[in-house]
């Protein structure tokens, strides 16, 4: 059964480093997705992608956080400067229609900022 | 206000009995969607309700929507210690598509 991928599964980095989360959607989805979850606390939308842009984000996705689909597989997240605060699980996920359809989710990337 | 809050915040019961769990929501909303989650690991869809219908089936799931509670209902029946793990309901904002997720209830199943 196809399943979304996400690498690394743990990455610890220090402060104001930067950071790339990756991703590989199922191969005939259209929509990717970014959430976290900051331990203990809900799950969190970040952005939706489709078509090579943005569709939407929320208050989260500032400047800081950036994503693109570099090749036909990857979907990657970038933190520019990570903080404590953006310690957290990241999932991935990918439908074949746009949010209001069932979305499937990767295992996560856990990010450690020291 | 919050959208999609699921309670109990916690249940824990006998293998083979039934869990219920429900979902409030406080705006208009074009789906809800029902996921699990396992300690530490990624999210699992299990069920997605448009707002147009009542009740949805998969395996031993139940799923029902009241839109006019504004409140889901999520049934597992004759329950296994594998169905231990947290449960969400996730909601749309009305336009926005955004989905919105809930503190989750946390399922114990006892063999």
């Known amino acids: 059964e196809p399943e979304v991928t996400q690498t690394p599964s743990h990455q610890v980095t220090q402060m104001g480093q930067e950071v790339i989360l990756r991703c590989v959607p199922i191969s005939n989805h259209l929509y990717f997705y970014w959430y976290r979850q900051i331990l203990g606390q809900k799950v969190e939308f970040l952005v939706s992608?489709?078509?090579?842009?943005?569709?939407?984000k929320s208050e989260i996705f500032d400047d800081q956080f950036s994503v693109e689909r570099p090749d036909g597989s990857n979907f990657t997240l970038k933190i520019r400067s990570t903080k404590l605060e953006d310690s957290a699980m990241y999932f991935c996920?990918?439908?074949?229609?746009?949010?209001?359809?069932?979305?499937?989710f990767g295992p996560g990337t856990r990010l450690t900022v020291l | 206000s919050q959208q999609g809050e699921e309670d109990p915040q916690a249940l824990s019961i006998q293998e083979g009995e039934n869990a219920t769990m429900n979902c409030s929501y406080k705006?208009?909303?074009?789906?809800l969607q029902w996921y699990r989650q396992n300690s530490g690991r990624g999210l699992v869809h299990l069920i997605l309700?448009?707002?147009?219908?009542r009740e949805k089936h998969s395996g031993r799931l139940r799923v029902t929507l009241d839109t006019s509670k504004k409140s889901s209902s999520l049934l597992i029946t004759a329950s296994r210690a594998a169905d231990t793990a947290s449960y969400f309901c996730a909601t749309d904002e009305g336009g926005s598509y955004i989905p919105t997720f809930g503190r989750g209830t946390s399922l114990i199943v006892h063999p």
């Open positions: 705006t208009s909303i074009n789906n």
């Open positions: 309700i448009r707002s147009n219908e």
């Open positions: 992608f489709y078509n090579n842009e943005i569709s939407e």
């Open positions: 996920a990918s439908s074949e229609g746009g949010l209001l359809n069932e979305q499937f």
